[in-house]
């Protein structure tokens, strides 16, 4: 997206495949994997949309899109399952929720961890790529989508989880450098601690009520958002 802020949370994808996933649930509330695929559908319906209006806008227009479509999905979720707006807790997973994101996600981790060279090409702009004989397009719209289908697995299977995608990256660059080769490993292991961490505090601080994770990842991912918004404007660049 060549967009630092760039996010599935933040630019509507999650709440998309949200959406399908709740849709599907009321008509066929026990086929779990029906779920999943609903949520991947939707993910990728607004993903879609998204490559619809990339081509006509620049990368900060396309998040003021992106925010619309997140704000669209989540209306029309308050209307549909109005208890969806209350949060999501990673106690409510079940063992049968485990398992197919698990095995999703080891599919999908091991795809982008063999695509991860691809990210370190499409810094170079392209022209260059073409030169070489590679398609800039094709690569950028095969880790886009591999990116959706993650997400969306994700949400199906706890809720949407924004800003985990600015924080985690953001950190790794100032920690690891921007080599997607190591960055994208960093990003699996840093991701998933800050989540389990995330959760732990959300249901230990105020025990016995819960914070759900969803909700303190917006308290932190706002400033954190306002932060990198702000190194963006004094002349930092993020690849």
Known sequence: MRNPIADPGFMGVSTGASLFEIVFALIFPSMFLGKIFFAILGGCFAFLLLVQFQIRMNPYKLIIVGVALDAIFSGLISVIAPEKNAGMSLATSTWTTTICLGIIGIIGII??????????????????????GLSAQKMRLILLLLATILASAVTASVGVLAFIGIIVPHQGRFLVGHDYDKLIP???????????????????????????????????????????????NRGKSYD
């Open 111 to 132: 795809g982008a961890l063999f695509l991860s060279s691809w990210a370190n090409y499409l810094k170079v702009n392209d022209e260059e790529l073409s030169s070489l």
């Open 186 to 232: 960093f990003s699996i292991i840093a991701g998933s601690w800050f989540l389990l961490f995330v959760d732990t505090v959300g249901r230990t601080i105020i025990a016995p009520d819960e914070i759900a994770a969803n909700v303190l990842l917006a308290i932190i991912g706002g400033p954190v958002l306002i932060a990198i918004l702000a190194k963006e």
